[in-house]
């Protein structure tokens, strides 16, 4: 059983900076990819960055150079450094995580539950 936890998500203003964490059951390194994605009001679900078992990374366009992924294999744990957020960056984000995929990650693998995050101008 995959059990994925999101936390640190909250309210900043523009410019501001938040850290997302994502918790996973048991380790990291079983999953070929991780990553985060998020979905805002009336919108679909959006790559933000996914990072491979090997390291390599596929950051969105509008992230790229703002936010940082990375992870701590012995606390089984990926996080998501968001720096210079925008109003644009308001969405819940959700951890994903897949077995089989290499650099996105799909509907039928493995979510958690969203965090918010709501960037004020």
């Known amino acids: 059983q995959v059990q994925l936890v999101e936390s640190g998500g909250g309210s900043v203003q523009n410019g501001g900076s938040l850290r997302l964490s994502c918790a996973a059951s048991?380790?990291?390194?079983?999953?070929?990819?991780m990553g985060w994605y998020r979905q805002a009001p009336g919108k679909q679900r959006e790559l933000v960055v996914v990072i491979s078992r090997g390291g390599s990374t596929n950051y969105a366009d509008s992230v790229k150079g703002r936010f940082t992924i990375s992870r701590d294999n012995a606390k089984n744990t990926v996080y998501l450094q968001m720096n210079s957020l925008k109003p644009e960056d308001t969405a819940v984000y959700y951890c994903g995580a897949s077995f089989t995929r290499a650099l996105v990650i799909g509907a039928s693998d493995y979510w958690g539950q969203g965090t918010q995050v709501t960037v004020s101008s």
């Open positions: 048991g380790s990291i390194l079983r999953f070929n990819a």
